[in-house]
């Protein structure tokens, strides 16, 4: 499977300011997803990052607030924007191989934000 | 578009005792369907994947699950908990060329 790495693995950020969290996978892969899971609870899904278009959005979740960038098939970048201190959460990156669930979803180790 | 429900967000048991920790999909094509650990402070581990073929799927640290279709069941299991085993866990559903789903967690204490 794909090895990922994500960075920053942590950071403190003051509020109104903005945070790319960078996630580089070692092989082309299609398609790549970027989830938060706040504290406590399960990973909600913020996007979907195809190289070569726009990233798709979950209800909720907006570019202006989420900008993301796909330039190639092994990189993306999420940008949280405009923190408040309800953006803590820890951010992850995955990503499917080009076999489609068969080769199974890989995640990176994740950012752990906190706007203070 | 498909959905996970896992019954129980906290489950407890004895050293040594069965581990069983339940998640119901929802998918309008054939699922697959994952469990993934989550240790405090850590990223997520693959414990186990069902994609095709046999329906009783074996992981690392000893875990198991089957997926039953006609129940739209994908249980976790494993025969005897060790203390090493407390974490979240979180069971998963993608409809193959897509993004995965997660259930809300089951967070496991094993009691000595």
């Known amino acids: 499977s794909a090895v990922i790495s994500q960075k920053p693995s942590r950071d403190i950020c003051q509020r109104g300011t903005s945070l790319t969290i960078q996630c580089q996978v070692d092989s082309q892969v299609t398609m790549m997803f970027w989830y938060r899971q706040q504290p406590g609870q399960s990973l909600t899904l913020i996007a979907t990052?195809?190289?070569?278009?726009?990233?798709?959005?979950e209800s909720g979740f907006v570019i202006d607030k989420f900008p993301i960038s796909r330039p190639n098939l092994t990189f993306s970048t999420l940008t949280v924007s405009n923190m408040s201190p309800e953006d803590s959460s820890i951010y992850l990156c995955?990503?499917?191989?080009?076999?489609?669930?068969?080769?199974?979803?890989?995640f990176g180790s994740g950012t752990r934000l906190t706007v203070v | 578009a498909q959905s996970v429900t896992q019954l129980g967000s906290h489950v407890s048991v004895s050293e040594g005792a069965l581990v069983l920790l339940r998640c119901n999909y929802s998918s309008s094509v054939p699922p697959y369907l994952f469990w993934y650990v989550q240790y405090p402070n850590q990223g997520l581990q693959l414990l186990l994947k069902?994609?095709?073929?046999?329906?009783l799927v074996k992981g690392i640290n000893g875990f198991e699950a089957e997926f039953k279709k006609s129940e739209t069941s994908f249980h976790l299991t494993k025969p005897s908990a060790h203390m090493s085993d407390a974490a979240e866990y979180f069971c998963?559903?993608?409809?193959?060329?897509?993004?995965?789903?997660f259930g809300a967690g089951t967070r496991l204490t094993v009691k000595p």
């Open positions: 995955s990503v499917l191989g080009t076999g489609g669930g068969l080769y199974g979803y890989t």
């Open positions: 990052a195809n190289q070569g278009s726009e990233a798709t959005y």
């Open positions: 998963a559903v993608s409809e193959g060329n897509n993004d995965m789903r």
């Open positions: 069902y994609t095709t073929g046999a329906t």
